[in-house]
Antibody, heavy 114, light 107 residues
Framework: QVQLAQSGAEVKKPGASVKVSCKAS????????ISWVRQAPGQGLEWMGW???????NYVQKFQGRVTMTTDTSTSTAYMELRSLRSDDTAVYYC????????WGQGTLVTVSS | DIQMTQSPSSLSASVGDRVTITCRAS??????LAWYQQKPGRAPKSLIY???SLQSGVPSKFSGSGSGTDFTLTISSLQPEDFATYYC?????????FGGGTKVEIK
């Protein structure tokens, strides 16, 4: 069955970087893009960007220059790196498959605190 | 950018009620709209795609309709497991965008 398994929770200081992984299984990784969505505590869903099946990224303007999304097809893993972290980056970060998101990772809590 | 506006932001309903949630796009998106259900502490779950297509494994009490700018999600008979927050999302244009969510609570 299709699964997206994300890396574990992270605690970072302001100004640091975080890299979250999303390992796919149960389908042909190269056939689907991966999107990244975050959710701040008590808030709604915020789309951050996606990386297409042919490895072309598309980022929300808000995160341009701070985010990098990549894939490693040899391990069927997608990565999202966010730099220059601020306290308002504290959120659960999700990866999700496809054009509409039929499968989601379990989420990775990133806490930014001094 | 396309703004997605859901209404209401919250509602109280009883088991067995028919519930309708609306989602409006700031510009036409064809039928490129999905609906998700999220329970506390859990990842969102896909319910509907292409505005009215039921995701595999989702019960038929969920239905979606609409095209262009106005869309609805209907739950025909609310059950205890349906109390959750529901989000719409457009995938017509970049950047993708979500509605603000509708929290369905027990009356």
């Amino acid at each position: 069955q299709v699964q997206l398994a994300q890396s574990g929770a992270e605690v970072k200081k302001p100004g640091a970087s975080v890299k979250v992984s999303c390992k796919a299984s149960g389908y042909t990784f190269n056939n689907y893009g991966i999107s990244w969505v975050r959710q701040a505590p008590g808030q709604g869903l915020e789309w951050m960007g996606w990386i297409s099946a042919d490895n072309v990224p598309n980022y929300v303007q808000k995160f341009q220059g701070r985010v990098t999304m990549t894939t490693d097809t040899s391990t069927s893993t997608a990565y999202m790196e966010l730099r220059s972290l601020r306290s308002d980056d504290t959120a659960v970060y999700y990866c999700a498959r496809g054009v509409w998101y039929d499968y989601w990772g379990q989420g990775t809590l990133v806490t930014v605190s001094s | 950018d396309i703004q997605m506006t859901q209404s209401p932001s919250s509602l109280s309903a009883s088991v067995g009620d028919r519930v309708t949630i609306t989602c409006r796009a700031s510009q036409g998106i064809g039928n490129f709209l999905a609906w998700y259900q999220q329970k506390p502490g859990r990842a969102p779950k896909s319910l509907i795609y292409d505005a009215s297509s039921l995701q595999s494994g989702v019960p038929s009490k969920f239905s979606g309709s609409g095209s262009g700018t106005d869309f609805t999600l209907t739950i025909s008979s609310l059950q205890p497991e349906d109390f959750a927050t529901y989000y719409c999302q457009q995938y017509s244009r970049y950047p993708r965008s979500f509605g603000g969510g509708t929290k369905v609570e027990i009356k």
